[in-house]
């Protein structure tokens, strides 16, 4: 993010009043968050309250980087019945996510036509992970251990499962849970 993308963030998040890092009182949970899209735009997670979400750590140089494909068809079979993927480029493993937040977008985007809700590159493993991941983590117990490490969460915002990366997104284990939680 340049200097003038993130004064504009940072003029975003005084005129809503929060912090930057932080959503409102109102959201609670993994959600509390603020953070920006690939295109350097803000985005409150609080916006997907309600939903069922799939919450993924990615990068586009490595042996799961094919599972963009299969998210991607998840989210549209399921986005009409409150179900959203939110995806967090990574480079914490093995240096498989190396370029810009412009390059994972493009990469994205013209590679697997991903639709789904994408953030900037960050952390999602150790003490300095963004605070998404500091909850998952913490809650399951399980950080990821390496790229495309999948946590479904349900509407009410609790964290039903992790699933490692080599559980993809059309796995029985995965679909059934999901499944369950549309209902």
């Given amino acids: 993010m340049n200097a003038v993308s993130k004064f504009a963030a940072f003029l975003f998040f005084a005129a809503a ?3 930057p890092g932080f959503a ?3 959201c609670q949970g993994v959600l509390d968050y603020r953070t920006s899209t ?3 735009e803000p985005r409150d997670l609080c916006e997907y309250q309600g939903k069922v979400v799939l919450v993924v750590n990615t990068a586009s140089y490595c042996g799961y980087t094919p599972q963009y494909e299969g998210l991607e068809k998840l989210y549209q079979q399921n986005k009409d019945k409150g179900f959203v993927v939110l995806g967090f480029p990574s480079n914490d493993f093995g240096a498989q996510e190396p370029g810009s937040n412009e390059a994972v977008k493009d990469f ?3 590679t697997y036509k991903v639709k789904f809700p994408m953030f ?3 952390v999602v493993k150790g003490p ?3 605070p998404v991941y500091q ?3 913490q809650t399951t117990g399980q950080a990821p251990q390496w790229n495309f490490h999948k946590y479904l969460i349900s509407r009410d915002g609790k964290i039903i499962k992790a699933y490692s990366s080599k559980v993809t997104p059309d796995a029985p284990e995965l679909t059934k849970e999901l499944e369950s ?3």
Avoid: Q
């Fill in 135 to 137: 909850k998952l983590a």
């Fill in 108 to 110: 994205c985007e013209r």
């Fill in 120 to 122: 900037e590159k960050s």
């Fill in 128 to 130: 300095g992970a963004n």
């Fill in 17 to 19: 009043g929060s912090a």
């Fill in 24 to 26: 409102d009182a109102a």
């Fill in 181 to 183: 939680l549309l209902k």
């Fill in 38 to 40: 690939l295109a350097g």
